[in-house]
């Protein structure tokens, strides 16, 4: 089997996977690494951007083969099943029954076990909040506890602690899930296009109590007089299309080119074409998978960005300041002549988030890629790093490989928690990275 990584390829350091085909083998495997003194990390299907899927010691219990049904109930809408099975997969059955996910990020390629330890939330965080209010019970493995049911009610401490702890808490064998009604899997889209961020705002205040689903493309390298210009998306599930999930048609990225595709001229190119292409548009009916997973057509589109890799900067900043901070970020790396073409602007409701660490609070996330280049790199997320912090805002860790510790510290203070509840035998450079040093 080949070596695994991060999703984002950087850093690079190659993960050795240990295959569980089967549940019992991951207690197996836990009291090996006890035995000996040993530290590891569950890895699912790699989707995670930095180092937080990234053991200490570079071995990995590789979850994707624990990836069945357990138990169904679709009368209720409550599944029971293995930590390695993609929310694709899951999808796959559940729309047929009539089903579908309450959160989903925007990828279907997470798998289960992913989706909980990073609490991931999705376009309609000011509705259903994140994945793990939807979460009933997850049954975790610890190499000294060995197999523990926990649930709101049971082991709660515990049960909070793996939502959103970054897969550090034991090693998440399987899950049971509350799923959502509905009459289609077509998604009802309206689609808006914005000159400037006030308009953003404006009509971001509009349409999120009118619409379940919203999100924003954002041009991050439009002229400074148009900062913040882009392309709002609102939608919400048609209640007459019938439920039929179709095949994803997909294209694979062959090679990692010598060089980033992604650069000052390609960039300023593809965000104006964009921009121009998608203007205001009548209500349409979409496909689910277009809408919510729409990099998912474009299989390992992380080689665009050459051998270096890149990094995901994905903060929230709190409502107040949200507008004026925002803005300072987007007018940063316009003036680094910096840029993403995979630039999201979404609201965060003020919903609580059930984990120690979850990264969603009430505010404005901004998410964006970078091709990794060295101290450049660096320099710009020193000062944006900078913004977020004079504004209350934090950095995502499922998405993050730079943030100091001072940071990580500050933003999510129930950190102590945590590790006082983090399993002995498992330890991410992630949590090394900015607990440790």
């Known amino acids: 089997m080949k070596t695994l990584g991060s999703w984002g390829r950087y850093p690079y350091s190659p993960q050795q996977p240990i295959p569980c085909h089967w549940r019992q083998q991951v207690a197996e495997q836990g009291l090996a690494w006890r035995d000996c003194q040993a530290v590891g990390l569950p890895y699912g299907n790699g989707r995670s951007y ?42 796959q059955c559940s729309i047929a029954k009539g089903w579908f996910l309450p959160v989903t990020p925007g990828t279907r390629l997470a798998t289960v ?110 002229p400074l007089s148009q900062i913040g210009r882009g392309v709002f998306l609102a939608g919400d599930h048609h209640d007459q299309a019938p439920c039929k999930p179709r095949p994803v048609t997909t294209v694979r990225i062959p090679i990692t080119p010598p060089i980033p595709l992604f650069n000052q001229l390609t960039l300023r190119a593809l965000n104006s074409l964009y921009f121009r292409c998608k203007g205001t548009r009548p209500e349409r009916l979409q496909d689910y998978d277009a809408f919510f997973y729409p990099l998912d057509r474009l299989l390992e589109w992380n080689r665009i960005y050459g051998p270096w890799g890149f990094q995901q900067y994905q903060c929230v900043i709190p409502h107040g300041d949200a507008e004026e901070a925002v803005g300072e970020l987007l007018a940063t790396i316009r003036r680094h002549n910096e840029g993403s073409f995979l630039a999201v602007l979404k609201n965060c409701g003020d919903m609580p988030s059930p984990g120690l660490l979850s990264f969603p609070m009430p505010g404005v996330s901004l998410a964006l890629d970078f091709p990794q280049r060295g101290e450049r790199t660096r320099k710009l997320f020193l000062i944006l790093d900078h913004i977020v912090r004079d504004a209350g805002g934090r950095l995502y860790p499922a998405k993050d490989a730079h943030m100091s510790g001072d940071d990580f510290r500050a933003a999510y203070p129930a950190w102590e928690r945590l590790e006082n509840l983090r399993d002995p035998a498992l330890l991410s450079q992630f949590w090394q990275r900015v607990t440790l040093q």
């Open 113 to 222: 076990g992913g989706a909980i330890a990073n609490d991931v939330h999705g376009k309609n965080h000011h509705v259903q909040g994140t994945f793990g209010r939807h979460v009933d019970g997850i049954e975790l493995v610890r190499t000294d506890l060995g197999l523990v049911q926990c649930s709101p009610t049971a082991h709660a401490e515990l049960f909070n602690a793996t939502l959103g702890g970054l897969g550090l808490t034991g090693v998440i064998v399987a899950a049971t899930l509350r799923l959502r009604r509905i009459a289609s899997s077509k998604i009802r889209l309206q689609q808006i296009r914005f000159d400037n961020l006030r308009e953003y705002f404006a009509i971001s205040r509009e349409l999120d109590i009118r619409h379940e689903y919203n999100v924003a493309w954002v041009d991050c390298l439009a």
């Open 50 to 91: 930095g180092d937080s899927c990234l053991a200490s010691s570079d071995q990995v219990l590789y979850m994707r083969p624990l990836a069945r049904f357990i138990e169904a109930d679709w009368q209720q809408g409550l599944v029971t099943v293995e930590a390695g099975m993609t929310l694709g997969e899951l999808l």
